[in-house]
């Protein structure tokens, strides 16, 4: 294991949003002498680092901030390293440790290469043997048909992926609805942004960020809510560093002491699933005091009466004990916010996986609302998506209940525009979710699982249970990079060609639409993920995805989706992308949505009550538990985990722990702890830090060796079925290392 930085070091070096000289300043502080370009080519087997290089332009693959990279490929067609593009709109010649790390994310090493068919041995036991393109497709065409006969299209589905293109995603919801003829699609979105999507939609009438990233330097509050840029957005969070730096006000709401928290005065560090009761108090305190925008109300909403008299009891007083933030606190972030000349609003995870996630977001919108702050520069309502395409893959219908474009399935008029452009009946029933699919397969009602890019058994919460469900599976077939910990169960894998070895857009978190340009050839039989799912929708006898090429797809999905009609590859490349919508009346894109009105018309202002969460803790499992993520890792940690640089950073399994309850507990800086909640068991080690309050925990998902959704709650948002991550009842206890054997096991 490489030598392990504490991680009061590991913070300060990723506060460092870095250009080249820094980085390979930084490199050297942690005991390195290379730069990073001799260090990526030594790694990734290169001749030399030296050698002349050609730069191809596309977007980084990791978070959803959607920086532009530039792919150092030399003479021999081998990927030697990674530089920032220099005059990028969003990222401004700047690269995170993940962004610079890009070449190890794909390095060939550990690449699935061929596809591989799980088979029984002579001896009995199961492996994966290689076989070729048509036998896989051959056996999975006849699986899925058969299923689709015996138990109908019902029975079987697809979860695309928020890491792959737009135009993957929207192959793979035409696959399902064309070819398959069910609505049973989604992906990640389920358990990140889907109350993002419908909170946003209800309140506003579109389910995303609102204002540009650039907005950061024109405005005079930033408002964070249940988020730490600095960790998963790290680029936008330097933004907001530097915006401070200027003069820019900042409140942060936040369970913990994030590195954002240490640099502002106003932290209300709220309680585990709070949210909506302290919003309600500042509602209060906004209409008592009258700050609110009247003729913004007046003219732009409905619904202020109803919501006026829903919060006059809801004090600052009364919410206290529940929140845990003092009452003056909350109304100095009331007055600040609603007073500030333009204020922005950035909420993350910390806002939706919660079961009151949809009205968690419903309760942020009302808040910039009345306070007029929506529709102008620097303002918003502004939701931070954690994957590079989570924004794109909902715009492209990878959901069950929305074709393209948010039309809804449930439409009779918008079941006849997709029927007739594809030539086909289509289903017409809403689909299952993610965790709807979970379910179902428990209960044997659910066969055939088309998987790619995503990694459920890492990601998803309570993981013996997604576990038990896809062994439960007639046929789990998997495309992926690596063998992850979901590949590891599939009756198939198939390789998947990476982001360098494809053509596509990705859309970032500011519906900024940006070109991902082929820089490599595709490793051994590897496949864009279009390309398999038409390769396999000709096996099924349909010819109905029989694109030449990804811009083909594109056209396609463009003509079909209102927000995108008049975006093409070349105007795209032309502007360094086009935010959404971009359409005949806007032809260049839109920066800011809401300026004049709303989709719905005028917006509406939602009261929404607070619900505790579903899990306190108690006698057994005394501690709360909450989930985070490290700026060194990104996701399931099947592309970061692969640079040596990133993995030395943080030991594989982290807990924070409260110093008064690790004494309580006799319990150590590092030393190893085992964690349990009624569902599952895991161990790590301890790691103190006043950085979580006394009575919480918190752990990061990234670590297989590790995995907090062992122990996550499966309790779900009844609109969204978003499981409630960020919270549940754990607890902790000491390992000792010689009797630790007997510890083990799962709860009852």
Known sequence: MPDYHPISSCYTFSLSIMNLTEYSLSLIRIGSAMTDTTITAMNLGAETAHTTADLINTICPFCGVGCGICLKINMQGQLIGVEPQQNHPVSHGKLCEKGWSTAYAIAPGDRITQPLKRITNKSGKEQFMPVSWSEALTDIASELKLFIEESGANSVGIISSARASNEDNYAAQKFARAVLKTNNVDHCARICHSPTVAGLSQSLGSGAMTNSAKDIFDTDLILIFGADPTENHSILGGHIIEACQQGCELIVVDPRVTRLAKL?????????????????????????????????????????????????????????????????????????????????????????????????????????????????????????????????????????????????VADSENQAKFSQAWGTDIATNLGLTSLGMTKAALATEFRGLLLFGEDPVVTDPDQNHVKASLHNLDLLVVAELTMTETAKLADFILPAASFAEKDG???????????????????????????????????????????????????????????????????????????????????????????????????????????????????????????????????????????????????????????????????????????????????????????????LVSMPYHFKEAPSNQLTNTAQDPVTKMPELKACAVAVIPIDTVTASTTRGTPK
């Open 264 to 408: 502002t005065p106003t932290h209300l560090q709220l309680k585990l699933g709070s949210n909506i009761a302290l919003i309600n108090a500042m509602l209060n305190v906004i209409i008592k005091e009258r700050w609110f925008d009247e003729d913004f109300v007046t003219q732009r909403c409905v619904g202020f009466e109803l919501l006026a008299h829903h919060v006059k009891d809801i004090t600052p007083e009364s919410v206290a004990a529940i929140t845990g933030v003092d009452a003056g606190l909350i109304r100095s972030a009331a007055r600040s916010y609603s007073q500030a000349k333009r204020a922005m609003i950035f909420y993350g995870m910390g806002i939706t996986q919660y079961m009151s996630g949809t009205n968690n977001v419903i309760s942020l919108a009302n808040l910039a609302l009345i306070c007029g702050h929506i529709g102008k520069l620097g303002t918003g309502v502004n939701p931070l998506r954690g994957q590079n395409n989570v924004q794109g893959a909902c715009d492209m219908g990878c959901l069950p209940n929305v074709y393209p474009g948010y039309q809804a």
């Open 505 to 695: 857009t990705f859309t970032n978190c500011e519906r900024r639409v940006q070109r991902v340009s082929q820089a490599l050839p595709s490793l051994g039989d590897a496949k864009g993920d279009w390309q398999w799912l038409q390769a396999l929708a000709q096996q099924m006898g349909s010819q109905l995805l029989n694109w030449p090429d990804s811009e083909a797809v594109f056209n396609e999905m463009a003509s079909l989706t209102p927000a995108y009609q008049a975006m093409t590859y070349q105007k795209i490349t032309d502007n360094q992308g086009l935010q959404w919508p971009c359409t005949k009346d806007n032809p260049n894109g839109t920066s800011i949505l809401h300026c004049y009105s709303f989709p719905i018309g005028k917006a509406k202002l939602l009261p929404v009550n607070h619900v505790g969460i579903d899990e306190e803790p108690d006698e057994e499992f005394p501690l709360q538990l909450t989930t985070n993520r490290l700026s060194f890792h990104y996701g399931c940690g099947s592309m970061s985990r692969k640079s040596p640089l990133l993995e030395r950073e943080t030991p594989p399994g982290i807990l924070f722990i409260n110093p008064v309850d690790a004494e309580q507990l006799n319990i150590r800086h590092q030393s190893p702890v085992a964690i349990r909640s009624r569902r599952g068991y895991v161990e790590t080690r301890a790691m103190l830090t006043d950085d979580v309050p006394v009575g």
